[in-house]
């Protein structure tokens, strides 16, 4: 399985400012992920980051608010905009593809907290 | 959309005995994964289903994807304390169409064993 590395693990943010994680990871994949676990909750997809092109963004998500690069194989950011306290939340990026079998797996998450 | 019926919410049951959880969706899915969460963790793998039927063991863990492709099932034979967290059904959407082999969790089953 690959290696997936999510900065930052944990941050207090504060309401009306933007904050951007980073998932690494240490082999080139085809997919990646971003997805939302609300306190309590399931995991929600949030976008699907596209290598070289716009993210897909599931409905109920924007890019103006999620707004999600990914430049290369192994690396996609995720950047959570204008934030309010509805936004904390476990933000979880995850691999999958032909290259790790199809099957799919998670970073440890970063968790927000928005005061 | 493609929802995920996962049941019990929650277990509360005696070190040694046996568990048994299951999801159910209104639609087919090609592949099913189940996955474990502990606190401060993002989720991890434990089994990966791919084909209609398919029966899979990983240790004191067993999966079986039903044969309709709608529903999975988990068994965990002779509970130990640290088996203690929630347990995800997820859904793999296919790889084409757009969906890009994304995944539709289930709520989870939260369980807690008693020395």
């Known amino acids: 399985s690959a290696v997936i590395s999510q900065k930052p693990s944990r941050d207090i943010c504060q309401r009306g400012t933007s904050l951007t994680i980073q998932c690494q990871v240490d082999?080139?994949?085809?997919?990646m992920f971003w997805y939302r676990q609300q306190p309590g909750q399931s995991l929600t997809l949030i976008a699907t980051a596209n290598q070289g092109s716009e993210a897909t963004y599931e409905s109920g998500f924007v890019i103006d608010k999620f707004p999600i690069s990914r430049p290369n194989l192994t690396f996609s950011t995720l950047t959570v905009s204008n934030m309010s306290p509805e936004d904390s939340s476990i933000y979880l990026c995850?691999?999958?593809?032909?290259?790790?079998?199809?099957?799919?797996?998670f970073g440890e998450g970063s968790w927000l907290t928005v005061v | 959309g493609q929802q995920l019926n996962q049941s019990p919410q929650s277990m509360f049951i005696q070190e040694g005995e046996d568990v048994s959880m299951n999801c159910t969706s209104s639609?087919?899915?090609?592949?099913w994964l189940w996955y474990k969460q502990e606190p401060g963790e993002g989720p991890v793998l434990l089994i990966a289903?791919?084909?209609?039927?398919e029966l899979t063991s990983n240790g004191r863990l067993t999966a079986q994807f039903g044969i309709t492709r709608k529903d999975s099932f988990l068994n965990i034979s002779a509970s130990i304390p640290s088996d203690v967290g929630i347990y995800f059904c997820?859904?793999?959407?296919?790889?084409?169409?757009?969906?890009?082999?994304?995944?539709?969790f289930g709520k989870g089953t939260k369980l807690s064993v008693k020395p």
């Open positions: 289903l791919y084909k209609a039927g």
């Open positions: 995850s691999v999958g593809g032909y290259d790790s079998g199809n099957t799919i797996y």
């Open positions: 082999s080139q994949v085809t997919m």
């Open positions: 997820a859904g793999q959407r296919p790889l084409y169409g757009g969906s890009q082999g994304n995944l539709i």
């Open positions: 639609s087919i899915f090609n592949t």
